[in-house]
């Protein structure tokens, strides 16, 4: 690990916004791995994901923050506090808007908290693939005017345009200083913490109208083995068969064995996730399967459970033992 940093740069960067206006897809492109979950949904966001950026000019910690909206629950409540509680501790603060909804009323009360904490914000205009090309000038000269800040950027997060803008000017607001994590290392997100938001990322995607916003996930177990090989042939130089004919010599001979509860709010709502026949779970389950052995590189056994927990989103007990409180049980 470097302990110097001499010459190098490092430092903390926060990444705030209003909500769906593509934070996570930002920071995951500007790592260039996906870490953070995404989905069209406003709140999908609801914790503070921390990765790292190492390269040549020195060591970025991006915190990935929920969007900044206007509470309803408790839930919500403890979001906001998560994205504003990050703004004093960071070196500068990349606030992500959506270029084709630029709002003065909107954006005022972020606008206000960022007056109050003094750190270098960076205006980052995402979903300019959205945009007419005619309209830009327009809109850059718009947020111009809506905070003083020392760069503004226009940038696709989705593909991945001016990623390298973004990163020149988060260095340039950072001063010298030694690294804060191992140069290999991109999270300090936890195996269990990314696998439940891969299943609670294709819930949010599979569901529609208010069922994504009351679902939790809540891992029960989570087990690693090795997977069971058949000996080789009597004969002793004779090349070892695989037990089941579906393995992948691509994977790492593991098995995970995970059990998890997609919780939510509602009972009128088990129905809608379990689905026709079960058709909704098991579509839910093959998707967050095969995104959870894309993050292991192994094979993945995943059973899912539905729960409901009534009001959960208000029940600071429920919201505790779901790790939606500073807290811990
Ligand atoms: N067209 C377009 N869509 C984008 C872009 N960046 C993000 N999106 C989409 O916008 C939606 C929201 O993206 P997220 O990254 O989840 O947004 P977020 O700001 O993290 O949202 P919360 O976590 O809910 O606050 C997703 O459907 C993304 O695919 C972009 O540059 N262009
Ligand atoms: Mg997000």
């Known amino acids: 690990m470097e302990v110097s940093g001499k010459g190098k740069k490092s430092g903390y960067c926060a990444i705030v916004g209003r909500p769906n206006v593509g934070k996570s897809?930002?920071?995951?492109?500007?790592?260039?791995?996906?870490?953070?979950?995404?989905?069209?949904?406003?709140?999908?966001?609801?914790?503070?994901?921390?990765?790292?950026?190492?390269?040549?000019?020195?060591?970025?910690?991006?915190?990935?923050?929920?969007?900044?909206?206007?509470?309803?629950?408790?839930?919500?409540?403890?979001?906001?506090?998560?994205?504003?509680?990050?703004?004093?501790?960071?070196?500068?603060?990349?606030?992500?808007?959506?270029?084709?909804?630029?709002?003065?009323?909107?954006?005022?009360?972020?606008?206000r908290q960022l007056k109050l904490v003094k750190k270098p914000v960076i205006l980052v205009l995402n979903k300019v693939d959205q945009l007419k090309k005619e309209d830009l000038p327009e809109i850059l000269k718009k947020a111009e005017s809506l905070f003083p800040a020392v760069d503004i950027i226009p940038v696709s997060a989705l593909r991945s345009v001016n990623m390298d803008s973004v990163l020149e000017a988060v260095y340039s607001c950072l001063p010298e200083g030694p690294y804060f994590y191992d140069e290999e290392e991109v999270t300090d997100a936890t195996m269990r913490e990314i696998a439940g938001e891969i299943i609670r990322e294709k819930a949010l995607r599979s569901l529609q109208d208010e069922v994504?916003?009351?679902?939790?996930?809540?891992?029960?177990?989570?087990?690693?083995?090795?997977?069971?090989?058949?000996r080789g042939n009597k004969a002793e130089d004779g090349p070892v068969l695989v037990l089941d004919p579906d393995f992948d010599s691509e994977q790492n001979g593991m098995i995970w064995d995970i059990e998890a509860d997609l919780i939510t709010e509602k009972e009128s709502h088990k129905g809608i996730i379990i689905g026709k026949g079960g058709s909704m779970l098991k579509k839910i389950g093959m998707e967050a399967r095969a995104g959870i052995e894309e993050m292991t590189g192994s094979q993945v056994n995943l059973k899912l459970y539905v729960k409901v927990r009534k009001d959960w989103r208000d029940n600071p007990a429920y919201l505790r033992s779901l790790g939606y409180s500073r807290k811990k049980i």
Do not use: C
Request: proline share 4%; no cysteine.
């Open 212 to 230: 994504p916003h009351g679902i939790a996930v809540q891992i029960q177990s989570m087990k690693e083995r090795q997977r069971k090989k058949k």
């Open 25 to 111: 897809t930002l920071m995951n492109h500007l790592i260039g791995q996906k870490i953070a979950i995404t989905s069209g949904k406003p709140q999908t966001t609801r914790t503070k994901i921390r990765t790292v950026y190492t390269d040549e000019r020195g060591q970025i910690v991006f915190l990935d923050t929920p969007g900044i909206h206007k509470a309803k629950n408790r839930l919500g409540e403890y979001m906001d506090e998560l994205a504003l509680e990050t703004l004093p501790d960071s070196d500068v603060i990349l606030w992500i808007l959506d270029a084709g909804q630029l709002s003065r009323e909107e954006d005022g009360s972020i606008r």
